[in-house]
């Protein structure tokens, strides 16, 4: 066999690397996993090959996911930040929770929601170790999407403390604060006592901060509140409320701002009944918003969803 030959045969191309790899995952039996596997090598493979990536910069982008692992706990996510500021968050956001017509948008998740955070009555405060924030009243009704009340679901809130913090990012990171759940009552309203929320930075002092440093983006959040709002028979929604006076809106670091999602922070130099009878003197801040509920849909969950899952449990 002439040389020529035998160096074709033994010499691989990067597409022949491609086929190849594309050719054991098309064996995978679930065909949800299998869709996904062969979209994200073929992906991954042609954006390596179109950026021409170099040996040392893959292995810089494997230093910089390393010490996002490193710093995920418990209290902290930095794979949900890369997400969030790369907007990937906010397409499978997107795609995953289209919303009927009228039915509150959802947004994103976020890394700080924990759990356990204190039930509380209607008006309770959840906002009572912060004395340096202005206080703030939010309120409206949890509605169907015909507009009728819907009684008893449940209202989980939290935000960030007045200094820019999440209570995990404190000096007592193991104390709650600034988050509650409630129910909504008969008539379907809910009642929240708190304090103005403030813009603030998402973490920056690990790798997606030196992301957005390299690229030239601040890593700054507009004000706002995180729900999620549940009642049985009725689809959740995970979403934020914006204060519209706030500077950030238009450049959130994260790409969850949604105009439906922005309200007028209302402020009150007089007393009012309801901040009256929680003994809320002026002056103080009020919202309202309501949340709109879809019906609940059975989407059955898939093998490839199931084995996605199991895989993640286990890194």
Partial sequence: M?????????????????????????????????????????????????????????????????AAGKLCSDKRQEFILFSDTLGVSMVVDLLDHRKPEGATESTVFGP?????????????????????????LVSGRVLDLDGRPIAGALIDVWQAQTNGLYDSQDAHPDELHMRGKLRSDAAGRYLIRTVRPVHYPIPSDGPVGRMLKATGRHPWRPAH???????????????HIFDRADSYLASDAVFAVKESLICDF????????????????????????????APATTVPVTDAQRQLAALGAHA
């Fill in 112 to 136: 700080f929601h924990r759990l356990g955070a204190p039930e509380m009555p209607a008006g309770g405060n959840i906002a009572h170790r912060d004395t340096t924030g202005m206080p703030m």
């Fill in 225 to 239: 509140i995180h729900f999620v709002v549940s009642a049985e028979g009725y689809e959740p929604v995970t979403t």
């Fill in 266 to 293: 209302v402020r009150h130099d007089s007393p009012t009944p309801e901040a009256s009878r929680l003994g809320l003197a002026p002056p103080f801040l009020a919202a309202e918003f309501d949340f709109r509920l």
């Fill in 2 to 66: 002439p040389d020529d030959q035998r160096d074709r045969r033994r010499n691989k191309s990067e597409d022949d690397i491609t086929a190849e790899v594309l050719a054991r995952f098309a064996e995978t039996p679930d065909p949800r996993l299998r869709q996904i596997m062969l979209s994200l090598v073929g992906h991954l493979h042609a954006f390596v090959k179109e950026v021409q990536l170099t040996e040392a910069e893959w292995f810089q982008a494997i230093e910089m996911l390393t």
